[in-house]
């Protein structure tokens, strides 16, 4: 079935998120068109990173509705969520020492069935998106023998493995220099000129 909003990767209608007593959330009302860049700005404490959990799927809002590419996010399966929505979170902080490969290819976790291992195909895609963001160097790497900027990067390009439509960017360039910040917006133009949202 579908909702009508074809021409919208992400819909949001009269969205509300509380915890406990404290409202987050509400009222919230957004539509953003396919092969679109949105911005949002506003304070620390905002809501910002909440609105992006809630259309990804992480957090279950109050009330209101989510759809992205026509699905409810609401009563739509996690994986399947997944195959639609990536969201790169703003904390980057990496406890164990992982080869940066092994890091992307958790993107391709939402195309895996339970207890299948990763395929020479998810190989490729993880390697093709570490190369594209200039990571491929690192790909025998532990991510917590990296700089912050080289460990955002890798995690940027888990994020482009998950190959989706809809990417959540949550702070993206945090603990990036000056040069870095602005090949992850060269990044998302491309995207963008590529049919991403």
């Known amino acids: 079935m579908t909702t009508g909003y074809g021409d919208y990767t992400v819909v949001v209608k009269d969205l509300h ?3 406990d007593d404290v409202k987050i959330l509400k ?3 957004l539509c953003v068109g396919r092969g679109e860049l949105v911005g ?3 304070p620390n404490g905002a809501g910002k990173t909440t609105l992006l959990k809630c259309i990804g799927g992480i957090y279950s809002y109050n009330k209101g509705e989510i759809y992205v590419s026509d699905l ?5 399966d ?3 969520v997944a195959r639609e929505v990536s969201l790169m979170h703003q904390n980057t902080h990496v406890n164990f020492p992982f ?3 092994d890091v992307v290819l958790t993107g391709r976790y939402p195309y895996l069935k339970r207890f299948e291992t ?5 190989y490729r895609i993880a390697r093709k998106h570490m190369n ?3 990571t491929l160097k690192f790909e025998s790497k532990p991510v917590t023998n990296m700089s912050g900027g080289e460990r955002q990067r890798v995690l940027f390009a888990k994020v482009l493995a998950q190959e989706t439509d809809l990417i959540l960017l949550d702070e993206p360039t945090a603990s990036l220099d000056i040069s870095y910040e602005e090949q992850i917006f060269k990044y998302c133009s491309e995207l963008v000129e590529n049919g991403k949202t």
């Open 118 to 122: 990763e395929s020479s195909e998810d």
């Open 27 to 29: 009222e919230i009302n």
């Open 132 to 134: 594209y963001t200039d």
């Open 99 to 101: 080869p940066a490969i």
């Open 40 to 42: 949002l700005i506003g």
């Open 72 to 76: 409810n996010i609401r009563r739509t």
């Open 17 to 19: 998120y509380s915890v």
């Open 78 to 80: 996690c994986k399947k």
